[in-house]
């Protein structure tokens, strides 16, 4: 039996585990998989969809949401005969962006957690903020405006930090808390992204961020890969002795605590690798570790993302350029009408997965025509900070027609904002909940004009948090694979079984493409004026 791997992937709605076992050839497969959905087991935090609701542009969870999971799905883990002390070593995959604040109490109680309680209940005085700002948060409009006048402009910002100023990023959100709550801001000791909080309780004291989470901040320095002290000051006073230095994705920060070892049965030689963002995580969970393929992850956001050897920028400042595991960069697309838009369509219809399917599949690539604007909840690209579908040549009451408007925008707006990407993608990996359904998978491939593979497991980013175990572990033993090496064993790429774009819906979607473009420019200009 060969040595296990543990990936932790802490996403807006689930906690996720994934474990690879490695042969002595440093062969591996996916042995383990399993999710906890958020609020399904934790209906107590009042969260939907794993957001405190009804905040308007606020969007935040409680951090105490992300701990109870962590030990309830260890629990059922060993319920279900899984045996931890095989593990390795870990790595976490979390949601981008979302920040957890600290007191300076944190490093203290960290290090005596009693295995007799749960993590929650000895945790519970660590915060100096009881809720978490997340990516979905799109109220710090004001604090982008002026970390980007006091750096000099937004093409400055992402020269220095890889993306313009974003709402979501956790600098804005920083100077939002600094701004509206001084006083906690000052009683912060150390601020977290949701990627470095769970190693912290795994290691049992504060974990540092790693390139490719840091750079979802716009606080770090894109091509140094440290932290921007101009950064830091244009974000809030005082930012620096928060935050502990960027640590490199392939070394090991620590073993785990006692507390998993006498409470899971984990082995106290148990390492942790440094935690990184899902997009990164998913970059090599899906083996995009050289140029010519793109990844899109259909979850609660839909992502596009690639593999860069070198930073380079979208013109019209909407995407990012992030750190990858690999030590390299990515590109990254977000939109946040992604898996919850789609189901606001089914929902209205009571249409189960099936149902919806069918209806995508049945009605002719183009819809007749008929274009949907899906901005059921405010948009990340394009950015927009109010929520207001658009139908052009059909109502809210046409079933077929909405449900092929969603997909069919949801690909185009991603097809046509990929297009200032430096490598044409030949080929796409998908992964993500929704890559499970057969007709979105041929609307993207009839819309991007490329084959699409569908990978064995739908969460890359679970996958790739294993795969940065196992890396980081070889690393620390002086050994070293390659990235191509690790990942090759995961990744589909099978004509037979991958979806093909067919001739006439390539043609129909050339040219609806550009209508989509032309009624997405007209609508943002008129929400302008
Ligand atoms: C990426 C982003 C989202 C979250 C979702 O910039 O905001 O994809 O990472 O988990």
């Known amino acids: 039996m060969g040595a296990k791997f543990l990936g932790l992937d802490s996403s807006t709605q689930s906690l996720s585990a994934s474990i690879i076992e490695v042969e002595k050839d440093s062969s591996s497969r996916l042995v383990y998989e399993s999710s906890l959905n958020f609020d399904a087991h934790f209906p107590n935090y009042g969260i939907r969809n794993g957001v ?76 100096s903020r009881n809720s978490s700002p997340i990516w979905m ?21 992402c020269e220095l930090t890889g993306s313009e100023a974003f709402e979501r990023f956790t600098g804005p959100q920083i100077r939002k808390f600094y701004k509206v709550d001084p006083q906690a801001y000052q009683k912060t000791a150390f601020i977290c992204l949701v990627s470095s909080f769970i190693p912290s309780l795994l290691i049992g004291k504060i974990a540092a961020i790693d390139p490719g989470d840091g750079s979802g901040m716009n606080l770090m320095d894109i ?39 006498q409470r899971y049965g984990f082995n106290p030689a148990c390492a942790i690798a440094p935690g990184t963002g899902d997009n990164p995580s998913s970059l090599v969970g899906l083996g995009l ?10 979850g609660t956001s839909d992502t596009v993302f690639a593999y860069m050897s070198q930073p380079s920028f979208d013109p019209s400042g909407q995407s990012h350029v992030f750190g990858s595991p690999t030590g390299d960069y990515m590109s990254l697309s977000c939109y946040k009408n992604g898996s919850l838009a789609r189901d606001s369509v089914r929902n209205q219809f009571g249409l189960s997965w099936s149902d919806f399917d069918s209806i995508l599949q049945k009605v002719k690539a183009g819809n007749d025509g008929k274009i949907m604007l899906p901005y059921f909840d405010t948009e990340i690209i394009p950015r927009l900070n109010y929520a207001e579908v658009q139908r052009y040549g059909f109502d809210a009451n046409d079933k077929e027609a909405n449900v092929k408007g969603v997909v069919e925008a949801q690909m185009m707006s991603m097809c046509t904002h990929s297009e200032w990407m ?60 390659s990235w191509e090496e690790l990942s090759s064993p995961y990744i589909n790429q099978d004509l037979n079984s991958a979806l093909i774009p067919e001739p006439e819906a390539e043609k129909v979607y050339g040219r609806l493409k550009k209508e989509y473009s032309k009624q997405e420019k007209a609508y943002l200009a008129k929400r302008k004026s």
């Open 289 to 298: 570790v050289s140029p010519g393929s793109i990844g899109i992850s259909l």
């Open 52 to 127: 405190i609701p009804n905040l308007g542009g606020v969007a935040h969870t409680p951090p105490q949401v992300w701990v109870e999971a962590l030990d309830a799905l260890l629990q059922q883990m060993r319920t279900e005969g899984i045996d931890l002390h095989e593990i390795a070593a870990v790595a976490v995959s979390g949601q981008q962006h979302g920040s957890v604040y600290l007191n300076e109490s944190a490093p203290r109680v960290l290090a005596a957690l009693r295995s007799t309680e749960s993590l929650a209940s000895q945790i519970k005085s660590i915060y």
């Open 422 to 481: 430096p490598d044409k993608p030949e080929r796409i990996y998908v992964t993500g909940g929704a890559s499970a359904n057969n007709a979105i998978l041929q609307c993207m491939a009839d819309v991007f004009a490329v084959p699409v593979f569908r990978q064995n497991t739908t969460n890359a980013a679970g996958l790739g948090a294993a795969l940065r175990a196992f890396h980081a572990y070889l690393n620390s033993n002086g050994r070293r694979a």
């Open 137 to 157: 948060d799109s109220s710090a409009s004001e604090e982008c405006r002026e970390i980007s006048d006091s750096l000099g402009g937004p093409a400055q910002v």
């Open 223 to 261: 091509r140094r890969k440290n932290w921007s002290h101009k950064a830091l000051d244009a974000t809030a006073p005082g930012l620096a002795l928060k935050l502990l230095p960027i640590t490199p994705s392939d070394q090991l920060i620590g073993l785990i605590s006692p507390y998993f070892v």
